[in-house]
């Protein structure tokens, strides 16, 4: 039994790990899919772990005072973990959002006491579709905004506090709900934050860590951005070097189309009843492809990234 928490803050860990047996058979598959389901954390996503960690960080450091604004660049689930925290702690929160990502994001923050800057995208971008030009306004804004609010910026893609919540927490919560059966771990890469951490942990005991981008953006591998525009919102945003990601031993990368992702995301909600976003369809998709490939008839875990609630909006609960 869990016990009582101090507040919400608290409830940021220990989401349940799942076999997607159903699934595999569904696609005829030889091994398991283990999913840890952070949709289910406070904030509908994994998110959550690195928020919580980034403020209690810089609390311990003397980097954030009482009551001083937080600042941060989100795609919406980072801004909604540290809208929370931010609440319960006592701190002015600002996110910094491409106006690209789906309005549900936007509309959970300022439920959560945020206050949202949403930033036009670059031309020629579409809606729903958040590229690394994109990305790059909601950068200069989020800068400018740290500057006259003097506030304290977050720093998702930067601050160590951000691996090390899953190196600290979401890979052994993983590598002890599954009993040491994992054999490969694969994620989407945003930040880089969830795969470093991962991978570093899951180094240690032979496990192999994939990154997974989209078609025509998956730079990580070392191919050009053709396409950088994608449906995956929270990451895929064509970026490399990643600063979380240097020195990190991967197996290989993966690429999945935004149909695949799609598709995935709702045999995942047809087959096992969860209800997950476009990333997390990326990952399952990525997981299915190594079981049929290099990783047949082994235990691949992935993370169910945040939650189908926040993309009721777009085209991937389309009637």
């Known amino acids: 039994m869990t016990p009582l928490q101090g507040s919400v803050i608290g409830a940021m860990e220990g989401s349940p790990l799942v076999a997607l047996d159903r699934l595999t058979a569904a696609l005829g598959l030889e091994g398991r899919i283990l999913a840890k389901l952070d949709y289910l954390l406070p904030g509908f996503s994994k998110k959550d772990r690195a928020a919580r960690r980034i403020i209690e960080d810089a609390l311990a450091a003397g980097d954030l005072a009482p009551g001083q604004v937080v600042v941060e660049l989100t795609s919406g689930n980072m801004g909604t973990g540290l809208a929370i925290v931010s609440a319960v702690l006592g701190h002015p929160f600002v996110a910094v959002m491409s106006a690209g990502n789906s309005a549900e994001r936007a509309r959970m923050m300022r439920a959560l006491g945020a206050e949202v800057v949403l930033v036009p995208q670059a031309p020629g971008s579409r809606p729903g579709e958040v590229s690394g030009a994109d990305l790059d306004l909601v950068e200069e804004a989020a800068q400018a905004i740290t500057i006259e609010r003097r506030a304290f910026r977050a720093d998702q893609f930067a601050r160590s506090g951000n691996p090390a919540a899953h190196f600290d927490a979401t890979a052994p919560e993983i590598w002890d709900q599954s009993g040491g059966a994992v054999t490969a771990f694969c994620d989407f890469v945003g930040s880089g934050g969830t795969l470093a951490g991962c991978a570093r942990f899951f180094v240690q005991h032979g496990v192999r860590s994939y990154a997974v981008e989209p078609v025509g ?103």
């Open 217 to 319: 953006a998956a730079v990580l591998a070392g191919k050009a951005a053709t396409t950088p525009d994608h449906p995956i919102q929270g990451g895929g945003y064509a970026r490399a070097p990643l600063a979380h990601l240097e020195g990190i031993t991967l197996a290989g990368h993966l690429a999945v189309t935004g149909d695949e992702a799609r598709e995935t995301a709702r045999l995942l909600a047809r087959t096992e009843g969860i209800f997950a976003g476009f990333s997390s369809g990326a990952n399952v998709a990525a997981a299915a492809r190594l079981l049929a490939g290099p990783e047949r008839g082994g235990v691949v875990a992935a993370v169910i990234c945040d939650s189908g609630l926040k993309y009721l909006s777009t085209d991937l609960w389309a009637e």
